[in-house]
């Protein structure tokens, strides 16, 4: 069952962030708090809305307008962190989101449309279509919520054939919210997420897994 989206979720997530935060610290790094802007009101969504030509989906709706138009959190290990084998790929992590910036991220994945994926035919092109851009990932990836699968879950987009191109990472904007902070946001590039999803039809990231519990061990986040 999917969390409601209620002012104890925020408190989970803050928790979250702010165990996330502890373990980078005790591993070395310096880590700066999460930034939670103050939540959004709600012409301020409408206006997003009206230049998108479409509502925001509901859970990311209710998130923006409950909690917060804007979040930042983000942590690197130091070079030189031994890490076990199976977690060798993830050296930092983010997680995020900007009411300001959805705008210009839909023209940027429509870019990628035009550009690159013009056939919604194509299996691989149609995963980027019918979708809403909320992260620009460094690589050029995107992460993007699903507009036309009910429940709206969060879609991974590769522009270069990544084999995390078209899985779902969570039920809809919140649920992917808190699968990730459960696992302390390990960075946002696929490579460094796969350890936690199987990529089977209908999975989702899972921090209850087997190899979840052993990075948060390592990690030394709280098991929740």
Known sequence: ???????????????????????????????????????????????VEADLGRPLPQSLRAVVLGFSRKVSFRWQLPDDTERPEEFAEIFAGEVGWNLGEL???ERSRKGWI????????????????GK??????????????DEVIDGSPVIYLSHDDGDGH???LGANFADFVTRY?????????DWQWLPFHTC?????????????????????LPSV
Request: charged share 20%.
């Open 1 to 47: 069952m999917l969390a409601p989206v209620t002012d104890a979720l925020w408190r989970d997530w803050e928790a979250l962030w702010a165990s996330a935060r502890k373990a980078v610290l005790q591993l070395g790094a310096e880590c700066e708090p999460a930034q939670v802007a103050p939540p959004a009101e709600l012409r301020e969504v409408e206006r």
């Open 181 to 189: 902070s459960r696992l302390g946001c390990p960075g946002a590039e």
């Open 132 to 145: 809403l851009a909320f992260f620009s990932i460094a690589n050029g990836d995107m992460l993007a919520i």
């Open 103 to 105: 705008v210009e991220l």
């Open 200 to 220: 089977q039809h209908g999975s989702l990231l899972d921090p209850d897994s087997a190899s979840a519990q052993r990075w948060q061990s390592w990690f030394g």
């Open 114 to 129: 035009e550009a690159c994926f013009p056939d919604a035919q194509n299996e691989y092109d149609a995963i980027w279509h």
């Open 166 to 168: 078209g899985q779902a």
